[in-house]
């Protein structure tokens, strides 16, 4: 007998004692369990798009999503003249001068009481928010804490939960694309994408936002740089190859994958390969990158000027990442599901 015959029964032998497994594993991906069902939250009460904003680099002494007045003073024991009192000397000329936030007495306005029944106050540099009391009804404020000190490892942490090296370490943004890939018609749009700035660390790990973990690579989000030159119609439009270029091109490509796939069978039947599945998957989404574009739109990321607190950029690109973000969201035949931009 063959080794791979022997082991194709085997596993068939197994399957057949593990039929629950088997019968829980016929359903989509991240389908609940039928006795759940009822804790499940209905059409209007759930979320069906995401936008999330990832400030690279972690929470800075002037942002002020969650100011307790009683953490951090200069006379506390443990933990003296940090968060809002961290550079206390300096609100003055950044809030009051620099970025017009008014007097001094209008920073703080009251949110809600914390775990603790501390009163958790929102300061100056969130005065958009409080300026959308629609919003701040639906606003929560979730406070983690971890205790890796590099940028490096922490970064990833904080985006997959798990950390670097954990071949489990995967972004919310694959958990979606899946999600909505397998209970959706086909498309060409991903549901999931990932804007990242072109000035980042490549040392830092930000890229685990696009991680995928142990979904296949079909999960994986669309990563989109954004490096305030709008180029993203020339590379996806393969403005480099004349259309019979791009037909033969593609019906080479075509060609390799077919080769590759017969490669991979026993008496007609496919075997499992998830990198060749994966690469198969790339091969259909360069062959598909024009109609991606059209899309997506040739000014997706057009840059533009931005000023703010005595600064200004000729290319603001967390302005551009968010403005391309929701377009997509808002999309109106392909929309995205999620979108995540590192500022």
Not at 2 to 11: C, E, Q, T
Not at 145 to 169: D, F, S, T, V
Not at 225 to 238: C, E, I, S, Y
Request: aromatic share 10%.
């Amino acid at each position: 007998m063959r080794r791979r015959d022997l082991l194709v029964g085997a596993g068939g032998a197994l399957g057949a004692s593990l039929w629950p497994f088997a019968a829980r594993a016929s359903s989509p991906w991240g389908s609940a369990p039928a006795d759940a069902a009822p804790e499940l939250l209905g059409a209007g009460a759930r979320a069906e798009r995401c936008l999330e904003l990832f400030l690279y680099g972690g929470l800075a002494p002037f942002e002020s999503f969650y100011v307790v007045e009683d953490y951090g003073r200069p006379e506390d024991p443990d933990f003296p003249n940090q968060q809002w009192y961290l550079f206390d000397g300096l609100h003055e000329s950044a809030f009051g001068r620099d970025c017009g936030f008014g007097d001094a007495s209008s920073w703080l306005s009251p949110f809600a009481l914390d775990a603790l029944g501390k009163q958790v106050m929102l300061g100056p540099v969130v005065s958009a928010f409080k300026a959308r009391p629609d919003i701040l009804a639906r606003m929560r404020i979730v406070v983690t804490r971890h205790e890796l000190e590099p940028h490096e490892a922490a970064i990833p942490y904080m985006l997959g939960g798990q950390r670097l090296g954990n071949p489990r370490l995967c972004g919310l943004g694959a958990h979606v694309q899946r999600y909505f890939a397998e209970r959706s018609d086909p498309r060409i749009a991903p549901y999931s994408y990932v804007f990242l700035p072109n000035n980042e660390f490549s040392t830092d790990n930000v890229r685990a936002a696009h991680s995928v973990g142990m979904h296949p690579g079909s999960a994986r989000p669309l990563l989109l740089k954004v490096t305030g030159n709008d180029d993203l119609d020339a590379l996806l439009g393969r403005l480099h190859l004349t259309e019979p270029e791009r037909a033969q091109s593609d019906a080479l490509l075509a060609l390799y994958r077919a080769r590759a796939s017969s490669a991979y069978t026993s008496k007609g039947v496919a075997l499992r390969a998830p990198n060749l599945v994966d690469h198969d998957f790339a091969l259909q989404n360069l062959a598909n990158s024009q109609a991606l574009a059209a899309v997506l739109g040739g000014d997706l990321l057009a840059a533009f000027d931005a000023a703010s607190c005595a600064e200004s950029t000729t290319a603001y690109k967390s302005g551009i990442g968010l403005r391309a973000g929701v377009r997509l969201l808002t999309h109106p035949t392909e929309p995205a599901r999620y979108v995540n931009v590192i500022d």
